[in-house]
């Protein structure tokens, strides 16, 4: 392609609304730009990118045996409003009306639509198992979109489904999808992880998300330290142990704390520890009001709160309705004396505590010398806790650490949540009906093509690893304007063509140093550039990581670059 015939708009500097490399350098190298907030155009070389990406997945996706096929974007209520999500899919579902009023949705996900047509098309064991995929947009209305590509309203995802006529067939399914996944994430050049994830009132237990391992990822990973143990830190299970703390009882003491809010304000305030508090924070749980105690040092985790009652909506309850049934605000909550309606339950490391301190239920004052089960009761202990660094790993195997991650992929046994709501049956062997069981399984194939960038930059601009780059030869006239060069040139650019290699060619009329500038930025692995010897027949030929250069006669290019490209 050359240059001046299509459209690159780079930028020399950085656009201020763009807080991370993936975003700044999509849009200063001309790959991107924004039309509306979480909306963006893909220009030439960020469409051919994608182009790379999706191939790559198509390929991996056909390989594991599902069928390509394109759902609409366009989806009538009516399906929604079959599985409930109409209602439970909240303000970030598009949603619009047709000329007679009709409801629709623009599809976030492709759940509805499959099982409808699946429920209509299959009727026996015979056609099980199935897998079939697409590559489209998605619509999700996010709260905040961000991050350029990364979290955006519309996105180009491939979902996958999978029917089958058990739960063995869905593990076997389950099984090709998770290694189509990273061989996929593997041909893309990303360092990820697969990592357990929380599957939620999604019926099925097994689900992984391949988390892109960067600074800027909006997920963070517990792993272990020795083993292969990775979980989101939504999920992992804590197992640490703890001990009975080995004090005499004190007694039970009221103190005045005025203007002490915070876990540490109160700590630092009555001088101990954070872990020697108990934190306590209300919690509606569908519509029971729950106070949840944790350690101080502590943080709920509202996922196991929200499994651990098989729960489908769980949020902090607002100041307000605190006050209302505990007499006090958030910052002098506590367990005891609340009354019946209201259950308490507390983490596992409650158990152990002596003598901390709690809120009061009366602001401005605290308890020190508590003792749970004498000065107040809990109804149960669970794991309701986030898993820190430090922990047992859950494995037990080593010991807990942190990683942030950008969440690319997710597989995902649905069993029968969809198939069941949706009446999708099959007749088995006996001619009896039975409930098909699903697998779903997508890839953020825009936040992909972003998560690469993240993990492929210098301070020149992007450096795409070569399966994925937009092109794979560089090929710059210094001086376009000197015939020599340009014959040179155009020569080598219909030579590599011919031989089936993509090259971008910059013969604009730009000054040479806006051509090395934006080529950096650009990142193509190879860059062939013709100056000053083009009359001897000879160019310099550069790597984009690295920085090798070296002199080599246009007779050789050819071979070069084939050796390079593993050709
Ligand atoms: P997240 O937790 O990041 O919101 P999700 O759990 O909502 O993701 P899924 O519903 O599992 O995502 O969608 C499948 C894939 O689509 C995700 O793994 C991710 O790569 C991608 N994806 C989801 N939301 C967005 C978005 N707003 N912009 C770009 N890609 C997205
Ligand atoms: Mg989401």
Redesign the pocket.
């Known amino acids: 392609m050359k240059q001046s015939q299509t459209l690159i708009p780079t930028l020399r500097e950085i656009p201020t609304d763009a807080d991370i490399k993936s975003h700044q350098l999509l849009l200063r190298a001309g790959f991107i730009r924004q039309t509306a907030s979480g909306v963006y155009s893909f220009l030439p070389l960020g469409k051919r990118v994608l182009r790379k990406v999706e191939e790559i997945v198509r390929e991996e996706m056909d390989n594991a045996g599902a069928n390509e096929m394109l759902m609409p974007a366009l989806q009538p209520s009516e399906l929604w409003m079959e599985t409930g999500r109409w209602n439970t899919f909240g303000p970030e579902l598009m949603r619009l009306h047709d000329r007679h009023n009709r409801e629709f949705a623009l599809g976030a996900?492709h759940e509805e639509v499959i099982t409808s047509l699946i429920r209509d098309e299959v009727k026996s064991y015979k056609k099980l198992p199935l897998m079939l995929y697409q590559i489209q947009t998605k619509f999700?209305d996010?709260k905040r979109?961000r991050f350029g590509?990364?979290?955006?309203?519309e996105?180009i995802?491939k979902d996958a489904y999978s029917f089958h006529d058990s739960y063995e067939s869905l593990d076997t399914g389950y099984k090709k999808m998770y290694q189509a996944y990273t061989k996929i994430f593997k041909r893309c050049g990303l360092n990820f992880r697969a990592v357990i994830a929380d599957s939620g009132a999604m019926g099925g237990k097994d689900t992984h998300?391949f988390m892109v391992l960067s600074e800027v990822g909006?997920d963070t990973i517990a792993y272990s330290d020795t083993s292969d143990y990775a979980a989101n830190i939504e999920m992992a299970p804590v197992v640490s142990t703890y001990t009975k703390e080995n004090e005499p009882l004190k007694e039970l003491e009221k103190i005045a704390t005025p203007n002490q809010k915070t876990m540490q304000e109160v700590a630092d305030y009555l001088n101990h520890s954070l872990s020697k508090g108990l934190k306590a924070l209300m919690f509606k749980v569908d519509e029971q009001l729950v106070l949840v105690v944790t350690r101080g040092d502590h943080e709920v985790n509202d996922i196991k709160l929200k499994n651990l009652y098989d729960a489908s909506v769980v949020e902090l309850a607002t100041e307000e309705e605190t006050r209302t049934v505990i007499g006090a605000g958030f910052g002098s909550l506590g367990p005891i004396g609340v009354n019946e309606e209201i259950e308490v339950v507390a983490d596992h490391a409650v158990e152990f505590v002596a003598n901390v301190s709690c809120g009061a239920n009366d602001n401005g004052y605290h308890y020190v010398n508590v003792n749970p089960e004498r000065d107040f009761k809990i109804s149960k202990y669970a794991d309701l806790r986030f898993i820190q660094e430090g922990d047992s790993s859950p494995d037990g195997n080593g010991t807990i650490l942190f990683a942030k991650g950008i969440?690319?992929?997710?597989v995902f046994k649905l069993g029968d949540f969809y198939a069941d709501k949706m009446g999708a049956k099959y007749l088995d062997d006996n001619g009896k009906a039975k409930t098909m069981v699903m697998g779903s399984y997508?890839?953020?194939v825009?936040?992909t093509l972003a998560a690469i960038v993240e993990q492929y930059h210098d301070e020149n601009g992007i450096t795409w690893p070569s399966d994925v780059a937009p092109f794979q030869v560089h090929l710059l006239a210094i001086n376009s304007k000197k015939e020599e060069q340009r014959l040179l040139a155009d020569d080598i650019y219909q030579t590599l063509k011919s031989a089936g290699i993509e090259v971008l060619y910059d013969d604009r009329k730009e000054r040479a140093g806006v051509k090395f500038t934006d080529s950096d930025l650009i990142g193509i692995p190879y860059r062939i550039t013709v100056g000053k010897r083009a009359e001897e027949g000879y160019v310099e030929f550069k790597t984009r990581v690295g920085g090798e250069q070296s002199d080599l006669h246009q007779s050789d290019i050819l071979e070069k670059v084939n050796k390079l490209l593993g050709k």
């Open positions: 996900t999700r996010e979109p590509l990364l979290r955006g309203r996105f995802m998300e909006e969440e690319v992929g997710h997508g890839i953020g825009s936040r």
